[in-house]
């Protein structure tokens, strides 16, 4: 059995994008991510990486792009409205098709907002987040071990497919401690014939640009990359079932929001309330065959978010509201506790609760 260790979410998630083979990290602090960035101060120095605290994150996205245009494994991180400044660079990557991990450990908004967990960048992650046509892989953790592995696994994803993967995490998962296992397999390598390392083996230069004056020549590129957008759709997707056998009730729910589910599922088993969950671990590609099977089965959906209920739209499309969809949420930095999930529970149960 793999010996653990216990650390905090922001900190594992900084060691597992070393142990993954990122040697580049280039942030600006935030609350409630400054971990991941003090982390990396401290590691990278001593095993041969690059750390630097960018003037902005605007800055930093930018570096990022330079990175990873040599075909090196890169990172940045931020929190809400630093992402937001971050997204030009961001939509620059997906326009050059160039690999990275971004992370965005959520706080409460919009604007400055606050420093307590949140969940309301859904739609900036899953929707793009800047302009143009494009996707993130969007990496959803539920635990300080997710917050590894799916660190390890977004640097591999970013590389096969040649795009940006992105950790959504809420405050909670930055900021709690847990143990951990650090044992993650072998770092994939990927072959890079696209970047420019300064030299080419066949003819030509390696260029990396996301321009083009032709219009029929960038309505093609965008062709191209949703095609590959229906492959990551197809084969990537991840998600965690809950006492979905028997369920008549189906909670959707990530992050830290998943969590307190777990905790209302079991009160309202133990009230004869038969109720499960579908966890999507990636919010996109969205788990939308899971859910749409399931609503063969369940007379309803409740989605539990922090957040004014940003998936909820996410969950009504999967299931081509087949069956009436719920809304238990809290937003702000507050977080629901399992009894106020359970009460919605009882009010579906009892025909008392109003569809969204």
């Not at 930018?62 to 990175?67: A, L």
């Not at 929190?79 to 937001?84: A, C, D, N, V």
């Not at 997906?94 to 307590?116: D, F, H, M, T």
């Not at 809420?170 to 993650?184: A, F, I, K, W």
């Given at each position: 059995?793999?010996?653990?260790?216990?650390?905090?979410?922001?900190?594992?998630?900084?060691?597992a994008?070393?142990?993954a083979?990122?040697?580049?990290?280039?942030?600006?602090?935030?609350?409630?991510?400054?971990?991941?960035?003090?982390?990396?101060?401290?590691?990278?120095?001593?095993?041969?990486?690059?750390?630097?605290?960018?003037?902005?994150?605007?800055?930093?996205i930018?570096?990022?792009?330079?990175?990873s245009s040599?075909?090196?494994?890169?990172?940045?991180?931020?929190?809400?409205?630093?992402?937001?400044?971050?997204?030009?660079?961001?939509?620059?990557?997906?326009?050059?098709?160039?690999?990275?991990?971004?992370?965005?450990?959520?706080?409460?908004?919009?604007?400055?907002?606050?420093?307590?967990?949140s969940?309301?960048?859904?739609?900036?992650?899953?929707?793009?987040?800047?302009?143009?046509?494009?996707?993130?892989?969007?990496?959803?953790?539920?635990?300080?071990?997710?917050?590894?592995?799916?660190?390890?696994?977004?640097?591999?994803?970013?590389?096969?497919?040649r795009?940006?993967?992105?950790?959504?995490?809420?405050?909670?998962?930055?900021?709690?401690?847990?143990?951990?296992?650090?044992?993650?397999?072998?770092?994939?390598?990927?072959a890079?014939?696209?970047?420019?390392?300064?030299?080419?083996?066949?003819?030509?230069?390696?260029?990396?640009?996301?321009?083009?004056?032709?219009?029929?020549?960038?309505?093609?590129?965008?062709?191209?990359?949703?095609?590959?957008?229906?492959?990551?759709?197809?084969?990537?997707?991840?998600?965690?079932?809950?006492?979905?056998?028997?369920?008549?009730?189906?909670?959707?729910?990530?992050?830290?929001?998943?969590?307190?589910?777990?905790?209302?599922?079991?009160t309202?088993?133990?009230?004869?309330?038969?109720?499960?969950?579908i966890?999507?671990?990636?919010?996109?590609?969205?788990?939308?065959?899971?859910?749409?099977?399931?609503?063969d089965?369940?007379?309803?959906?409740?989605?539990?978010?922090?957040?004014?209920?940003?998936?909820?739209?996410?969950?009504?499309?999967?299931?081509?509201?087949?069956?009436?969809?719920?809304?238990?949420?809290?937003?702000?930095?507050?977080?629901?506790?399992?009894?106020?999930?359970?009460?919605?529970?009882?009010?579906?149960?009892?025909?008392?609760?109003?569809?969204?």
């Open positions: 059995m793999a010996e653990k260790v216990l650390m905090k979410g922001n900190e594992a998630l900084a060691e994008a070393i142990m083979g990122c040697r580049y990290y280039f942030g600006y602090p935030i609350t409630p991510q400054t971990e991941v960035a003090a982390y990396m101060a401290k590691r990278m120095p001593k095993i041969g990486g690059t750390f630097l605290q960018a003037e902005s994150e605007i800055a930093a930018n570096m990022v792009i330079g990175v040599c075909g090196y494994r890169v990172m940045t991180s931020s929190s809400s409205p630093g992402i937001s400044l971050k997204s030009e660079g961001i939509s620059y990557l997906a326009g050059c098709e160039l690999p990275a991990l971004i992370v965005n450990v959520q706080r409460g908004g919009p604007g400055l907002g606050g420093i307590q967990p969940q309301s960048d859904y739609f900036q992650a899953t929707k793009g987040g800047g302009h143009g046509d494009y996707k993130l892989i969007v990496l959803a953790p539920a635990s300080v071990q997710e917050m590894v592995s799916l660190t390890f696994k977004g640097f591999d994803l970013a590389d096969k497919y795009m940006q993967s992105m950790i959504l995490a809420d405050g909670t998962m930055g900021q709690m401690m847990e143990p951990v296992s650090l044992d993650l397999g072998e770092v994939k390598e990927y890079k014939p696209w970047a420019t390392t300064g030299t080419s083996k066949h003819e030509g230069r390696n260029i990396i640009n996301s321009l083009s004056l032709s219009p029929a020549q960038l309505e093609q590129w965008n062709i191209d990359r949703y095609e590959k957008y229906k492959i990551v759709e197809r084969d990537e997707v991840m998600f965690e079932e809950f006492m979905m056998e028997d369920a008549e009730i189906c909670i959707v729910a990530f992050g830290i929001a998943a969590r307190v589910s777990k905790n209302a599922i079991m309202a088993r133990a009230k004869g309330i038969k109720v499960g969950m966890r999507p671990i990636t919010l996109w590609p969205f788990p939308k065959d899971a859910l749409n099977k399931a609503a089965k369940v007379k309803a959906f409740l989605s539990v978010e922090l957040n004014m209920g940003q998936m909820i739209d996410d969950v009504k499309l999967a299931i081509n509201c087949k069956k009436p969809v719920y809304l238990c949420n809290r937003t702000g930095g507050v977080i629901m506790t399992p009894d106020e999930i359970l009460t919605s529970l009882e009010k579906i149960e009892k025909g008392e609760a109003k569809a969204w």
